[in-house]
Structure formats: structure tokens, C-alpha cells
């Protein structure tokens, strides 16, 4: 199996591993990286979602080749202990349910508040319709968004 | 998750905990070395401070893990701050209520934690009244310390342990009032673990790794019943990593035939599961489709019914139709559905000395091992189940199916554990499913325009026809409850539902809110239309059909139709029901009394159609 360099959460990292596997099963089965979760495996339901380049990115479809040379931040590089704005209204907000597609709904949000501090209804609606969340946090999702973009400013 | 923590679970009885006997002993973690006192199966109390709470309920999103801990930790006086919560694992040996559906956890579980948490705060208030040698009316607990209410003196719990381990256990513990509760019905309760949850460090049971573990995938037969001839193994030669390929077998627990593949990484597994050549023998299923199975139903709504029950659940006829009177009649079809929790069902087994040890989550945990062992020729004991939280459940975690596929696979593994994964085709494809169901609903009118002599009629495959005796008709019961009979809401004085049987080529199971999710659509749709029919305002004709103050149903359960007026309106206030709305743009209502956990629901929407 070839080897291959990957730069995670500001770490530099070599794996062995198929040429074909997605990012998702790298991170999860090599580095151990949970966070990122599996949901569909088919780029639909945005729970594997990570940044690449600062960018918001289903990883299970995106293969180990096009990762190389770029920056990979998964939920565990967001912050050490939770401390990310974002992270911090969720908490207050207290969206989770059974927490599975939570991490993809935050990672989604963060780049959404990257590009656009104060997100309108509609865009928030926009960027989250990425990420499905089958208990229905919906609501409170948009609420905690709204309060980490007035914690953000 | 450790089987080290696991704890002595005492038997039960009806609907709660017995208290385990009453010793102090040395904490089973072996990180610790506080001495613990465990006045009841659920509480463990550390001289260290800590204050174990368990929950044997699993988690799957709903909250057990913060609501039943803090019923017990409400009657206990304990300081939030010094409660560590923890799941405890399972074995048929021990016992124990950890099965977890119907929405009934808390109903089920409140007194009983209530009691466990009141016994202990009791033990400990006497021992603290001994040493002072004051009334124990003279001593109040209070944040994990008991406090003489006239010298002001204290002692913090973790000093009484050893006291009031030797105490006799109060048989009837006075509960706290209501008005003096702290943390039950309180706003700004913070879900336990949330902040694991949103660091990506809580741990489904798909997130756990064990050395060593290989990837299982399971290639199963498209078609109910079907059989394996043989397989191609040169189709997957080029992926690398694969380490067997082997036989399944139908378990009788709603997993099919097939064939399971070992890996050394996860993406071999999918990729040759996905591309391994299988032959099958259909079986008698083969030629099954939606649109056939949808016809069959419809037809046998014009059939004479298998089962005939009256408003009462008894055993009645049709009643005729009186001509002369004005007669609606509507007919309903509804899907088979997946219940599609976002974390696909998962399992990592191993099979080691003769004995299983699994992790995974499970709704049912008692389902893997009853189900499962005779299968291998072991018993329900010989298997091991870390039970872990759900990324959703909804009633696909109830099944043991695959629990018992990890099992099979982890017993061509050699000792080494292997992780089962559904991928997301896999779980749409071979869940046990919600049934489809087709219904006709038909009534006449009393001279108030009310409805009288209501009849549902509904065609389905009983889930109960995969949960026990296949093909039996009373099988249908469950069927004919969900709110469209003995436990209908609406007060119509005369009530049939009426069900006929048919056999499913899908394996069935029960989805969240069981009948109700079928029954109670079509019946608030029908009211729909029979208020349409009157002239009649949907939310008046059903507030009308709400006058009677109580009613007790065929299961003994006290409902007030009154209540579910009050939600009726207050769901029509928030959606201004009576406000003018532009052509194109419309109100609906509607509402529920769910029985399983006494719950008065109702909702309203609003609905714009464009161009």
C-alpha cells in the first residue's frame, strides 16, 4: 500500500493506505480521529464533514490523493477543549440530541461564520441544508449560530 | 465500558429496582481506592466524594443519561458537581430493565429512582442524627452534606458512608414535595456529556477500536428468505486485505443469508462487499415488487376482515351500514419506511474461550443474547454486551440482527475482535422495517353531524409476525391500537377497527411511535375530511369531539380528551388559526394522545404552495 504525508490539526502524518480510500476512513481507522463520523458515504448527509485549506468538505468521497499538500482540520483540531465560539454556543444552546451528526453541523457552521460573520436566515438555512440531522436540531442549530456570531464579532 | 466496573445488579421487581445488599465495599475501578457504599443497585456513594449514578436505560438521543440521573440525584440532595454518570454493561446473569422503547424510560423510571434517591439521603440523615445524637427532624441534606438545622454543625456525605452502611433500609423513604424540587422540571439542565459530544470525543459504538480488530461487511440477499449457492472469490482478488470469506445464516432474528467478508482495514471490507460476485436462490419471495405488495393490500380492504375488535378491544362483528344515512368513506396507503438512525447499526464482536463479548449499542441488549446464543449452542450467559451510546435509535436498535452477524464473523476470526459495519445501503436496504399499511375509514353521522359508527379498517403485515409466532391473527391486535380503537382519543360512541393479515417480503420492526405513525395520519386526516364534509372548522369539530373529562382506556390508563383540547388550542393560538390568509397559503391541525407515554400532543403548520 503506498504512503502517503498528511498535514491534521497542524500535525504532519504519515499513513499507509489504499490509493483509493476516501479521507473519512483515514482519519477515523489510521489516526483514530472520531470525531469525524461516518453517515452515508455517499457526500449526502454532512456528517463527515471537515476543513480542507479552512474550507468546509465531506471527506467520504474525498479520496487520500487530493488531500496531500493541504490543511486537514477535523472537529479535534477546531480547539483542545471545546473553547471554539462555535463549540461554546452549542453548549449553551445545548443542541445535541444524540450528538452523531453534531460534529459535521459544527464544522459546517464554522466556515459558514468564516465567510459570513452574520449570516441571514436564508444563508444559514443555505450553508446547514448540507448536514442532516435526524433527531431535528434544526432550530436550535440556527439559534446557536446566531449566538456564536454575536460571540464572534 | 470495562468489565471491571461492572457492578452486582440486584433482581428486580415489578417496575423498579430491589436494594442490593447493604455493605461497604472497596470500588471495583481499579483506579480508585475510595471505599463506596451502595445503598441501592443505582447509586454508588464514595468516600472519596464521588457519587456514581447509573443508568441501565440506553442511550440513543432521547436523554436518559441526563434526565433519570438527575430524578435520582433530585431526592438524594447530591451536589451535581461530585455525580459521575455511567452506563453499565449487560449479561442475562445479572438482570436488570435495560430495555429501551416505547417512550416509557422516564415514566417507568421516575418513582423508582425517586425511591433509590430518597433511601439513601434518608440512611444518611439518620447516620449524621446518631453521631449528633439529635431527631433526624432536626437534620436536613443539602449539596452532598447533611446539616444540623440548630447548631449548624455538618458532615459531608462521603463521612457517613461507613455509619450509614450498617443502618436498616428504610422500606418507605418520604419523598421530596414537588415545590421543593431543584433540578426536576427546571430550565437550563445541560445535556450530560455535551461537551464530548461537541468535541468529537464521545464515543458511539462505531468510534471504538480494540486491538487487533479486523472490519466485517456482510454481502446479504436481496430478497427475503433467499438462499447463497456459491460465491466468486476471483471477483474481489485485486483488493487487497481480505482475509476470509464465510457463509452467514439466517439466525431467526431478521438478518438474511449471505456472505461475510474479514479485512484487515474497513475500505477493503465495503469495496468487496460491494463488489463480490454472489449467486443467489431467491426463494419464494423473488418476484415480490411495491407496486404488487400495495395492490395486495388494497384488495383486502375490500375483504372480509381477519379481526374484529370494538372501541372496548373486544372481539366484535362489522356493524351494517344504516342506507338511509349519509356515508364518508376514505382510503389511505402508507410506506414500508427505515427507520435510517444516523449512526448505522454497528457491532464488534469477539468469540473468545467459548464465550462472546460484544460492543455495540443496543435498545434491546437481552434481545443479542437470548436470540443469539442458541444459535451457537451457548446460553444467553455466554455473552458479554458493552453497551455503548446511539447515534439515534428509533426502534432499529431493538432488533439483534446485527449483533448476531458481528457474532457469526467474530467466530471465523481466530479470538480477534471484528467490527460489523452496515453502510448507509445496507441499513435502507436490510432493516426491519415500518410497515406499509392500507386503510379505509368510514363513518356516519349522529343529527348533529357528528360522527357515529366509525369504522377503521386496515390491511398489514404485524410487526408481531417478526417478533413471535409468524401468521397468527392476533398478531393484528397491536395493529388495530395506535389511536384507532381502544385507545382512540375522539369521543365517538360507536368504534370498529377491523384488520386483515397479510405476509410481508420485508422483515418488520418497530419504528418510533409503533401504530401511531400509521394510525393516528390517517385518522387526523380522515377527521379532516369528514369536518370538510359538515362545513364544518377542522379545530372546532375536533374540539367538539374533546368534551368528555376522563376516560380510562382498555389498558387501565386515565386519559383527559380535555387536555388535548388545551394543546389543541393552545397549537391553534401560536399558529393565529383565524387569521385571513392569502389565496394559496392555508392551516393545518392536528393532534394526539400518545398512550404509550400518556403525552397530549397536537401541531399545527402552515403550508404556502408557489406558482
Redesign the interface.
Known amino acids: 500500500?503506498p504512503t502517503y504525508q498528511l498535514e491534521v490539526n497542524n500535525k504532519s502524518l504519515t499513513v499507509n493506505?489504499?490509493s483509493?480510500?476516501?479521507l473519512l476512513?483515514v482519519l477515523?481507522?489510521e489516526l483514530?480521529?472520531?470525531?469525524?463520523?461516518?453517515?452515508?458515504?455517499?457526500g449526502t448527509?454532512g456528517?463527515c464533514t471537515v476543513h480542507i485549506n479552512n474550507t468546509a468538505q465531506k471527506s467520504c468521497m474525498l479520496p487520500i490523493t487530493a488531500c496531500v499538500g493541504k490543511k486537514i482540520t477535523?472537529?479535534?483540531g477546531?480547539?483542545e477543549?471545546?473553547s471554539h465560539p462555535v463549540?461554546q454556543a452549542?453548549?449553551d444552546v445545548?443542541?445535541?440530541?444524540?450528538?452523531?451528526?453534531?460534529?459535521g453541523q459544527?464544522m459546517t457552521a464554522v466556515d459558514l461564520l468564516n465567510q459570513t460573520p452574520n449570516p441571514t436566515d436564508a444563508e444559514i438555512d443555505d450553508a446547514m441544508s448540507q448536514v442532516?440531522?435526524?433527531?431535528g436540531t434544526y432550530y436550535r442549530i440556527k439559534n446557536a449560530i446566531k449566538k456564536a456570531a454575536l460571540t464572534m464579532k | 465500558m470495562q468489565r471491571r466496573n461492572f457492578i452486582k445488579i440486584a433482581s428486580l421487581s415489578s417496575g423498579g429496582w430491589l436494594l442490593a445488599q447493604i455493605m461497604p465495599f472497596k470500588s471495583l475501578a481499579n483506579t480508585s481506592e475510595a471505599t463506596c457504599f451502595q445503598p441501592s443497585p443505582l447509586i454508588k456513594l464514595c468516600d472519596d466524594g464521588k457519587i456514581y449514578i447509573y443508568v441501565v436505560k440506553q442511550e440513543?438521543?432521547?436523554?436518559v443519561q441526563t434526565s433519570l440521573p438527575l430524578i435520582l440525584a433530585e431526592e438524594l440532595e447530591a451536589d451535581t458537581k461530585d455525580i459521575i454518570i455511567e452506563a453499565l454493561p449487560f449479561n442475562a446473569s445479572k438482570g436488570g430493565q435495560y430495555g429501551t422503547g416505547g417512550s416509557t424510560s422516564v415514566m417507568t423510571q421516575y418513582m423508582p429512582l425517586r425511591k433509590a434517591g430518597a433511601t439513601a439521603r434518608e440512611m444518611l440523615i439518620t447516620a449524621a442524627a446518631n453521631e449528633w445524637r439529635v431527631a433526624t427532624s432536626q437534620c436536613r441534606a443539602e449539596k452532598s452534606k447533611v446539616v444540623d438545622t440548630v447548631t449548624g454543625k455538618e458532615f459531608t456525605y462521603a463521612k457517613l458512608y461507613a455509619k450509614a452502611s450498617t443502618l436498616e433500609v428504610p422500606k418507605n423513604p418520604t419523598l421530596k414535595n414537588y415545590k421543593d424540587f431543584k433540578l426536576i422540571g427546571k430550565q437550563g439542565q445541560?445535556?450530560t456529556?455535551?461537551?464530548n459530544?461537541?468535541?468529537?470525543?464521545?464515543?458511539?459504538g462505531?468510534?471504538i477500536?480494540l486491538p487487533g480488530m479486523l472490519?466485517g461487511a456482510v454481502v446479504r440477499c436481496p430478497v427475503l428468505e433467499g438462499k447463497v449457492n456459491n460465491w466468486d472469490a476471483t471477483s474481489i482478488k485485486d483488493i487487497?486485505?481480505i482475509i476470509k470469506l464465510v457463509e452467514m445464516k439466517e439466525m431467526g432474528i431478521n438478518n438474511r443469508n449471505g456472505v461475510g467478508i474479514i479485512a484487515t482495514?474497513?475500505?477493503?471490507a465495503?469495496?468487496a462487499a460491494n463488489q463480490l460476485k454472489v449467486n443467489w436462490d431467491l426463494g419464494k419471495h423473488e418476484n415480490a415488487t411495491s407496486k404488487n405488495y400495495s395492490l395486495a393490500l388494497k384488495k383486502l380492504l375490500d375483504t372480509k376482515p381477519d379481526l374484529v375488535i370494538d372501541e372496548k378491544g373486544k372481539s366484535a362483528e362489522l356493524l351494517p351500514i344504516n342506507s338511509n344515512s349519509k356515508v364518508i368513506t376514505a382510503d389511505y396507503e402508507l410506506p414500508f419506511l427505515a427507520h435510517?438512525?444516523?449512526?448505522?447499526v454497528n457491532c464488534i464482536a469477539q468469540f473468545k474461550d467459548g464465550k462472546f463479548e460484544i460492543w455495540g449499542g443496543f435498545q434491546s441488549p437481552g434481545s443479542v443474547s437470548n436470540g443469539c446464543s442458541k444459535f451457537f449452542g451457548l446460553k444467553n450467559t455466554d455473552v458479554f454486551i458493552n453497551l455503548q451510546?446511539?447515534?439515534?435509535g428509533?426502534g432499529r436498535k431493538l432488533s439483534a440482527d446485527y449483533g448476531g452477524e458481528a457474532m457469526q464473523l467474530a467466530t471465523f476470526a481466530d479470538g480477534k475482535p471484528v467490527q460489523l459495519?452496515f453502510?448507509?445501503?445496507d441499513d435502507m436496504k436490510f432493516g426491519v422495517f415500518r410497515p406499509a399499511s392500507a386503510h379505509r375509514l368510514q363513518t356516519e353521522f349522529d343529527n348533529m353531524g357528528m360522527p357515529t359508527n366509525w369504522l377503521h379498517k386496515i390491511a398489514i403485515a404485524p410487526v408481531m409476525d417478526f417478533q413471535g409466532k409468524k401468521g397468527a391473527i392476533a398478531n393484528l391486535q397491536g395493529d388495530l391500537g395506535g389511536g384507532s380503537d381502544n385507545d382512540m382519543y375522539y369521543n365517538i360512541p360507536t368504534l370498529r377497527a377491523a384488520g386483515n393479515r397479510i405476509d410481508a417480503p420485508l422483515a418488520e420492526g418497530w419504528w418510533r411511535a409503533v401504530n401511531f405513525t400509521y394510525n393516528n395520519f390517517v385518522i387526523e386526516s380522515f377527521i379532516d375530511e369528514i369536518a370538510f364534509a359538515q362545513k364544518k372548522d377542522p379545530l372546532a369539530y375536533r374540539l367538539a369531539l374533546l368534551e368528555k373529562k376522563e376516560v380510562t382506556n382498555i389498558s387501565g390508563a386515565k386519559y383527559t380528551p380535555q387536555r388535548l383540547a388545551t394543546v389543541l388550542k393552545e397549537a391553534a393560538e401560536l399558529i393565529n388559526w383565524n387569521k385571513k390568509r392569502p389565496t394559496g397559503t392555508a392551516v393545518g391541525i392536528a393532534c394526539c394522545f400518545y398512550n404509550h407515554a400518556m403525552a397530549y400532543t397536537a401541531h399545527a403548520f402552515e403550508v404556502t404552495v408557489k406558482n
Open positions: 500500500m493506505v489504499p483509493d480510500i476516501p476512513w477515523r481507522d483514530n480521529l472520531t470525531g469525524t463520523k461516518y453517515g452515508c458515504g455517499v448527509c456528517s477535523t472537529i479535534e477546531l480547539s477543549d471545546g463549540q452549542w453548549i445545548n443542541v445535541p440530541q444524540c450528538g452523531y451528526c453534531q460534529c459544527i442532516v440531522c435526524r433527531c | 440513543s438521543g432521547q436523554g445541560k445535556k456529556n455535551i461537551k459530544i461537541v468535541t468529537g470525543k464521545y464515543n458511539f462505531i468510534d477500536k472490519y487487497d486485505g482495514n474497513r475500505w477493503s465495503i469495496k435510517a438512525p444516523m449512526e448505522p451510546p446511539m447515534g439515534g428509533f459495519l453502510t448507509r445501503a
